[in-house]
């Protein structure tokens, strides 16, 4: 089954049950400074399951686009991806475990027609912060799991959570039975050997943690989640998703071109272009902090395994562009930014080549020196060193030394990075970790403040600035704008003028809620157009702004105090940052 099927057989099977199709935001998340790109379905759900009330009802189900990158150095693996789409169903408040398990098996044996023998299920097995689940066990044994295939274990294998606080339960996960031979007497779903492989994950949202402490909800939801390209994988008997239909033409295409065999360097390629290509269709560029840099990471990973696979650079647009072909059926809407989207990439291709032929070659310097020592490791400060001299970045330096056999402490190499006060570049994965957007008070006013500086801009620059990401903390707001040249001072002052402006006139902001298509014609801003709903709230401040916004916003503009602007700054190739206080 093709994962175009697998995907429309899911959403229509939950709508079927009462569920409302909800549109995948963007993998890059909006006033949400705790992640840096969407990393599970249930992340943009995060205010409704914690109790808002969402306006499609209280069952939803949608395909999430989903980048994880804690792992991208597994990446050439047989299994490991940073994109992926994930496949989820929401009760929030509504339904729980014995719909939500009847629902699941139904849909994997009746739907994708998987046998009952192949299957095998885990349950959480109870600590002092939540009883053994024998409900959800008891639910497995009537939809026709016999009782060897229902497994119990503790919270490091069924309880979910993202990062570290936030809305979590315990949850069952369901796994498919390669049929291959269990490696020990002990062999079980929680074994890695690829015996059985986790394809359902229903997560039963009743607790909410916070300072180490858990609490029930005032709801109960759950939360499921199934990777798209894992079950195509299964339903195509192909035992690596990098030879189901969703990468095998680039595959294909790879080994054709390359002068060298190297399969791991094959599917880092393929990977990783496939990752970028949906960074920056939803708005990402490279930079050197945050998203910016995983995607920089991502481009420059690829360009380095092209050159090692001898692949001619020149070919990397024909690359793009079989890429976007094979994507067409899951993303029609990649073809309408091809041409950006190969510009992105190779600009930053092409930026990176020197650096990388230059490094290699000091690279091989080093080799050979560490080679004549007969030592195992390479110094850290010889990371360092090529990083500050030649510009070669240390994740690269790390790819390099491991695939020449030697060792790397990259925990030194950070800290002799963050003695350089050069932090941010590889302390930019840590946010993975965080918790949740705040929407305090002081928060909400940024909220406001923030359309207030979008419409001060167009006004300021010309009506093509456009918002391309903004963040939002206690302290201060962060506002990225398409932009082709660095503020003037003057520039800045009127800007920060009208808005004061604005705020000195006490203007009402209102909430209209309205079909999408009328409030798109209706004028109103938005940032992403497929991330939201049939039905849209449409948040207007006076006659000055009108943005499709989830809110929330203060009630009047003279509640935000004096407006200034911090720094302006350049953000991406065409993208300024401006960061101002509320004072
Ligand atoms: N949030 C859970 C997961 O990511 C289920 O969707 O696995």
Known sequence: MKAIDIRNKYLNFFKAHGHAVIPSAPLIPENDPSVLFNT???????????????????????????????????????????????????????????????????????????PNEKLSVTCFAGDEDCPRDELTAECWRKAGIPDDRIYFYGKDDNWWIAGE????????????DTGKEPCSPDCGPSCDCGKYVEIWNN????????????????????????????????????????????FSPIMEELQRLAKKDDISSRRIVAEHLRASIMIIQDGGRPSNIDRGYILR??????????????????????????????????????????????????????????????????????????????????????????????????????????ENGLQVNMDEVD??????QDKSRLGSEQKFKGGLAGTGEQEVKYHTATHLLNAALKLVIGQDVHQRGSNITPERMRFDFSCDHKLSDDEKQKAEDI??????????VTVLTMKKDEAIKSGAECMFIEKYPEDVTVYSIGDISKELCGGPHVKNTGE????????????????????????
């Open 297 to 402: 990471r991502l481009i420059r990973r690829m360009t380095r395994h092209l050159n090692k696979l001898e692949i001619d650079l020149d070919k990397l647009s024909n690359l793009i562009q079989l890429n976007i072909d094979t994507l067409n059926e899951l993303y029609p809407e990649l073809q309408n930014n091809k041409e950006t989207i190969k510009e992105v990439i190779i600009a930053e291709k092409d930026k990176f080549i020197k650096t990388l032929v230059r490094g290699e070659r000091e690279f091989d310097k080093v080799i050979g020196r560490i080679k004549s020592q007969a030592k195992q490791e390479i110094d850290s400060e010889e990371i360092f060193k090529l990083y500050e001299t030649y510009g070669f970045p240390p994740e690269v330096t790390k790819d390099l030394a491991e």
């Open 165 to 176: 606080e936030g809305p979590c339960g315990p949850d069952t996960e369901m796994f498919y």
């Open 415 to 420: 800290k002799l990075f963050k003695a350089h």
């Open 40 to 114: 599970a379905g249930m992340q943009p759900l995060v205010p409704y399951l914690l109790g808002a009330k969402h306006p499609e009802g209280t069952r939803l189900t949608d395909a999430q686009k989903c980048l994880r990158t804690n792992d991208i150095d597994e990446v050439g693996d047989n299994r490991h991806l940073t994109y992926f789409e994930m496949l989820g169903n929401w009760s929030l408040g509504d339904y729980f475990k014995e719909e939500s398990i009847a629902m699941s098996y139904e849909f994997l044996t009746k739907e994708l027609g998987i």
């Open 560 to 583: 935000l105090g004096h407006f200034k602007i911090t720094k302006e700054e350049a953000c991406s190739s065409g993208v300024r940052r401006i960061k101002a206080v509320l004072e």
């Open 499 to 508: 808005v004061n402006e604005w705020i000195k006139q006490n203007l009402a």
């Open 203 to 246: 997560v039963f949202m009743e607790y909410l943690k916070k300072d180490g402490k858990y609490t029930k909800l005032a709801q109960k939801n759950v939360d499921t989640g199934l990777g798209l390209e894992r079950m195509t994988m299964l339903l195509e008997g192909k035992q690596t998703p990098f030879d189901t239909e969703i």
